[in-house]
C-alpha cells in the first residue's frame, strides 16, 4: 500500500504546512501517516509520534515498521505534548481534534518550540482567539476540503497578533489576503451555521434568546461582508 493512497486532503494540507528539514513531534498521531509521509518525501529528518492511548500507538509503530522508517520515527506515550523533551522537535503537529483541546495542549506545554501546525477539527474561531490572547501568531493558513466538510490548518508562531474585526476569529484573516479559493465556501458554511441557529431562537420565542439573536445577526453581517469580498478577487 502506497502512503499517499491514505492521503485525504486534509492530511495533504498538514503536511504541506510543515516547513522543509525540521524534527516535528506529531500529537495525536493516530495512524502515524503524517509522519510517514513527510519522511519518505524527505522533508522532515525526524519525528517524534505521540498519542495519549496504547492502540493507536500500536497501529503507529505498525506502520512505522511496515514502511522501514522505524530509525527516522520514534514512538511515545504521552498527554499532549507533555513527554516531549529539550532538542527532540522543533515543529509541534496538532491535528485530528477540537480546537479547544489543541488550546488546552498548547497551554499545558513545558517546552516552547518555534512553529506549530495546528489542525483543529471544532472551535476553530475559539483556538484563533486563544492564540491572539497567549501570545501566537497565525502566519498562514490553508483549507482543505473533504465532500462537504472544510477544515482549517493554521501555521503558527510565538509573536504578537491583533486582531482587528472579530470575524477574523471565524474566518482567518490570513485566508482572505491569501485568497485561497476555498474560503467563500467556507463563508457560506458559517453563513448556513449561524442562519439556522437564529432562526430556531426567532421560533423559540424566548424573551433570554434575543441577545443571542443579536450576536447572531451581527456574525451574518460581517461574513457577508467577507463574502461580497470575496467576489471581487
Known amino acids: ?53 496504547p492502540g493507536p500507538l500500536k497501529r503507529a509503530e505498525e506502520n512505522i515498521a511496515r514502511y522501514g522508517l522505524e530509525n ?3 514512538t511515545r506515550l504521552s498527554n499532549g505534548l507533555l513527554e516531549l523533551h529539550s532538542g527532540e522537535a522543533d515543529v509541534a503537529v496538532i491535528a485530528g481534534m477540537g480546537g479547544l483541546l489543541i488550546a488546552e495542549i498548547l497551554e499545558a506545554a513545558r517546552l516552547p518550540l518555534d512553529c506549530y501546525v495546528l489542525q483543529p477539527m471544532t472551535a476553530t474561531a475559539e483556538l ?32 504578537q497578533m491583533k ?5 477574523y476569529f471565524q474566518v482567518g484573516k490570513c485566508l482572505m489576503e491569501c485568497r485561497d479559493p476555498l474560503t467563500p465556501a467556507l463563508i457560506d458554511n458559517l453563513l448556513h451555521k449561524y442562519m439556522t441557529a437564529r432562526e430556531g431562537l426567532l421560533r423559540s420565542g424566548r424573551e433570554e434568546a434575543k441577545e443571542k439573536e443579536k ?4 456574525q451574518i453581517e460581517s461574513l457577508t461582508a ?8
Do not use: F
Not at 134 to 148: D, R, S, T, W
Not at 163 to 167: A, I, K, L, R, T
Not at 215 to 218: F, H, L, P
Open 128 to 159: 484563533r482567539q486563544y492564540l491572539a490572547e497567549n501570545g501566537y501568531q497565525i502566519c498562514h493558513e490553508v483549507l482543505a476540503q473533504e465532500e462537504e466538510k472544510i477544515y482549517t490548518v493554521m501555521t503558527v508562531k510565538r509573536g
Open 72 to 74: 527516522q520515527i520514534k
Open 1 to 53: 500500500m502506497s502512503i499517499e493512497s491514505v492521503m485525504t486532503p486534509r492530511l495533504l494540507a498538514i503536511s504541506e504546512s510543515v516547513p522543509q528539514g525540521v524534527a516535528i513531534a506529531d500529537v495525536g498521531t493516530d495512524h502515524g501517516y503524517i509522519p510517514i509521509y513527510l519522511c519518505l518525501k524527505n522533508k522532515i529528518t525526524s519525528a517524534l509520534a505521540m498519542d495519549l492511548r
Open 163 to 167: 486582531v482587528e474585526d472579530p470575524v
Open 215 to 218: 450576536q447572531y445577526s451581527a
Open 226 to 233: 467577507l463574502k461580497k469580498e470575496c467576489q471581487t478577487w
